[in-house]
């Protein structure tokens, strides 16, 4: 079992930066795959960054990819994702979730693939 609480979200003009940060309780926090996805009023649920459990494997969306990184620290339970270069696009509700293990690949985009999931923290980017 596996909560998620989240923290780093709110206003920011476009061309800012901004840090999510999400804390997991449980002792297996390593063993996870780590996702953030990120929902818009009226629209689905949409992969945004994930990090493998077991090796330095991420993946991103084309629409975030140079601008947005996800890491993770195992000693402090805690994924994160640096946003910079942040455009009103990118205005959502951002979620991060959790799955055991995935094998050795990457982490999956399909958000039906994660198990846990965050309450979410809004990001609003001001153009």
């Known amino acids: 079992q596996v909560q998620l609480v989240e923290s780093g979200g709110g206003l920011v003009q476009a061309g800012g930066s901004l840090r999510l940060s999400c804390a997991a309780s449980?002792?297996?926090?390593?063993?996870?795959?780590m996702g953030w996805f990120r929902q818009a009023p009226g629209k689905e649920r949409e992969f945004v960054a994930g990090?493998?459990?077991?090796?330095?494997?991420?993946n991103y969306a084309d629409s975030v990819k140079g601008r947005f990184t996800i890491s993770r620290d195992n000693a402090k339970n805690t994924v994160y994702l640096q946003m910079n270069s942040l455009k009103p696009e990118d205005t959502a509700v951002y979620y991060c979730?959790?799955?055991?293990?995935?094998?050795?690949?990457?982490?999956?985009?399909?958000?039906?693939?994660?198990?846990?999931w965050g309450q979410g923290t809004q990001v609003t980017v001001s153009s």
């Open positions: 990090i493998s459990w077991n090796i330095e494997r991420t």
């Open positions: 449980g002792r297996t926090f390593s063993t996870y795959t």
């Open positions: 979730a959790a799955r055991s293990g995935y094998g050795l690949g990457y982490a999956p985009v399909a958000p039906t693939s994660y198990d846990y």
